[in-house]
């Protein structure tokens, strides 16, 4: 497996992966996934500012991570969210810990200080691959989406750089 900037030839990919979260899960809040169009002008603009990373293997896209702006305002430009997603079939073998691995090396060398995961709750495993990984909840929102007909709450997770 190797770990490599997404490019616009990945968003086919990328947006298979995402769009099961959408229409399968409540882990995305989105309702409708992204065209195939939608992730590559997506991948283009994230990744002119902060990294946007694939797991690859024998030619396919097993998953991937990417980090963006937590906020628009200036003075947040030290703090960074993060978004990571797995092919349905990939989860519990590494990948996940690779690829935020990778991420945060990339990022020690900038500005970014902290980052958030905004995880769903109960989040899927989510919750705990993030505590692994050294995040930490510092806030929870409670049924502040609705998918599904359920409502739903996430936890925001911060990690220190």
């Known amino acids: 497996m190797i770990i490599r900037d997404a490019t616009e030839k990945d968003a086919a990919a990328i ?7 959408v229409e399968e899960t409540a ?6 996934a992204p065209t195939d169009e939608a992730m590559r002008r997506k991948i ?6 902060l990294p946007y990373l694939v797991a690859e293997e024998n030619n396919r896209i097993l998953g991937y991570v990417y980090a963006h702006p937590f906020s628009q305002r200036e003075a947040y430009r030290i ?12 989860t ?12 945060e090396r990339r990022l ?30 510092v806030g929870k929102l ?18 220190k750089l």
């Open 44 to 49: 283009i603009e994230s990744a002119n500012h």
């Open 92 to 103: 519990g073998k590494g990948i996940g810990k690779a690829l935020y691995e990778e991420l």
């Open 142 to 159: 409670t049924d502040c989406g609705m998918k599904f007909g359920k409502l739903w709450s996430v936890v925001y997770m911060e990690k």
């Open 108 to 137: 020690s060398g900038t500005e970014v200080r902290n980052l958030y995961a905004i995880v769903m709750y109960p989040g899927y495993g989510s919750i705990e691959f993030h505590e692994k990984m050294g995040y930490k909840t």
């Open 27 to 32: 882990i995305s809040f989105e309702y409708e």
């Open 15 to 21: 947006a298979s992966i995402f769009r099961y979260y």
């Open 79 to 90: 703090s960074a969210e993060v978004t990571i997603y797995l092919d349905k079939d990939c």
